[in-house]
């Protein structure tokens, strides 16, 4: 089903898929916060025996936002009790089923809750790589696809760092950033890089896509040869493999708020070995280089608009063939 935004510069429907909502570190055990994606108001809350769940916002009793507690919880989200949430209007429970679990107050059940009926919206979740991802798809069908691992995001590698993150929310609808990635030209002029690798590898594989670069980086030893691995999975989730100089991860998830508000979670990975050392110098540079890349490209994206037939010439990227497979995400 194709659903037009209501946006004047881009007509593209958000796009279906898993992704990341929260780092793991970000929601402790028992605690519950709000979520604003996929233009809905949803709660992702902990359950005591450790289970992110995520649910629609309104409480179906009376609406309150179980994203929101007060009084013992002011300024955090509500309780948490056991395996449910508490919302903090009546005190009704919900079940990462979205089962109603207990009404403190009532002697006969709304039929419903009495039969154990789903009541509230519940989102498929999964925690892996030290994110919390969601699947959102916007007729409700059950996940087409499983996130991959990503050996040096699993959080417990003797070899690798943790995150060095970083988050930008941009006013682009998402396609416009991934068509990003096979756009040689843009390298010139929007980041200034005066030798612009021509891709290897360009793979489109059902919901996945992969791309293999070579480069040659100029030091003061001579050049360094090293390679851009970047691979997609879904609209959502993508890692990032640099390696040459400084062996550098970036996982690089993106999620949208709206259809043209997109939030961006960038996670840095490092060799542990030689953080102190290499990577205070050329580690952290890389890093801080990708990352003002990143602004360079928000202020194109901020302000442009999109054309269903841009007006290409043969030294642009294959657009085409990237619009093809990322089309698959928005029906
Ligand atoms: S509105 Fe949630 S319990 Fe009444
Ligand atoms: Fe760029």
Known sequence: MMIASDSPRCPLPMPWGWFQVLYSNELAVGESKPLHYFGKELVIFRTESGKAVVLDAYCPHMGAHLGYGIRDQAGGGSRVVGESIECPFHGWQYNAEGQCTHIPYAKNLPPKVARGEKVIECWPVREINQTILVWYHPDKIEPLFEPELIPEAAGDSDEWSGFATFTWDINVHMQEMAENAV??????????????????????????????????????????????????????????????????VLMANVTPIGPELTRAHYAF???????????????????AN??????????IWNRKTYYEKPMLCDGDGPFAKLRRWYGQFLQ
Not at 226 to 238: F, K
Not at 270 to 286: C, E, F, H, S, W
Not at 290 to 299: K, N, S, Y
């Open 183 to 248: 756009d040689p030209a843009h390298f010139q002029f929007v980041h200034g890089t005066s030798d612009v690798p021509d891709a290897d590898v360009l793979e489109f594989d059902g919901h996945t896509r992969r791309g293999f670069l070579k480069t040659r980086n100029p030091t003061p030893k001579g050049v360094i040869e090293g390679s851009i691995e970047n691979r997609n999975i879904g609209a959502g989730l993508s890692i990032v493999r640099f390696k040459g100089i400084y062996d550098t």
């Open 269 to 287: 990975i490092q060799p542990k070995a030689t953080l102190d050392t290499l990577g205070k110098t050329v580690g952290k540079a890389i890093i």
């Open 290 to 299: 990708i990352a003002q890349q990143m602004e360079e490209d928000i202020l």
